[in-house]
T-cell receptor, first 117, second 115 residues
């Protein structure tokens, strides 16, 4: 596809259940990012993948959150034992790689709205 | 550490009037600066960026922004606002030569353009 896609667009789950959110980045983009957007809180960085390097997990709020990126393309964000405070919009973004320069913009998907009841 | 401040949660402007959405940044070095727009129930859309060169950057939909190093600001402007410009605007920063590290975003400013 032409842009970043995410699925599902909406997810309603019960507290304590596990959820998986999927991101398909733009083809050829080596960098992939997950952010969380809560009402009135702006964008909170969660995790960042760059090529084959170890991911930067410094933004993950707890060990209930994990993410993987298979084959350098699709990524899955997993939230175990969901809590009500996990309710938010989860945004994925990807970016092309220009080594060392850093001026590339991130392209965002439409997001997954997660509601934990 | 890098940070972005958007001092106004909400900006209201009449259609046809000029608009300004403010952004100041803090980085331990030279920045790359970005503006994004988010329409309801949509992801963020890239508007413009400052990398180097001319301090006045022009972007999509008639928006522009001016990099001011002495004031550490990167305010977004448009000469004549449209109702369709009503949306949530985010400023973001990245340290220059830091590769593709994640952008650091401000909390956003909601722009309402009134007909």
């Amino acid at each position: 596809g032409a842009g970043v896609s995410q699925s599902p667009s909406n997810k309603v789950t019960e507290k304590g259940k596990d959820v998986e959110l999927r991101c398909d980045p733009i083809s050829g983009h080596t960098a992939l990012y997950w952010y969380r957007q809560s009402l009135g809180q702006g964008l909170e960085f969660l995790i960042y993948f760059q090529g084959n390097s170890a991911p930067d997990k410094s933004g993950l709020p707890s060990d209930r959150f994990s993410a993987e990126r298979t084959g350098g393309s699709v990524s899955t964000l997993t939230i175990q034992r969901t809590q009500q405070e996990d309710s938010a919009v989860y945004l994925c973004a990807s970016s092309a790689n220009v080594a060392g320069v850093g001026g590339n913009e991130q392209f965002f998907g439409p997001g997954t709205r997660l509601t934990v009841l | 550490a890098q940070s972005v401040a958007q001092p106004e949660d909400q900006v209201n402007v009449a259609e046809g009037n000029p608009l300004t959405v403010k952004c100041t940044y803090s980085v331990s070095g030279n920045p790359y600066l970005f503006w994004y727009v988010q329409y309801p129930n949509r992801g963020l859309q890239f508007l413009l960026k400052y990398i180097t060169g001319d301090n006045l950057v022009k972007g999509s939909y008639g928006f522009e922004a001016e990099f001011n190093k002495s004031q550490t600001s990167f305010h977004l402007k448009k000469p004549s606002a449209l109702v369709s410009d009503s949306a949530l605007y985010f400023c973001a920063v990245r340290l220059r030569f830091s590769g593709n590290t994640p952008l650091v975003f401000g909390k956003g400013t909601r722009l309402s353009v009134i007909a």
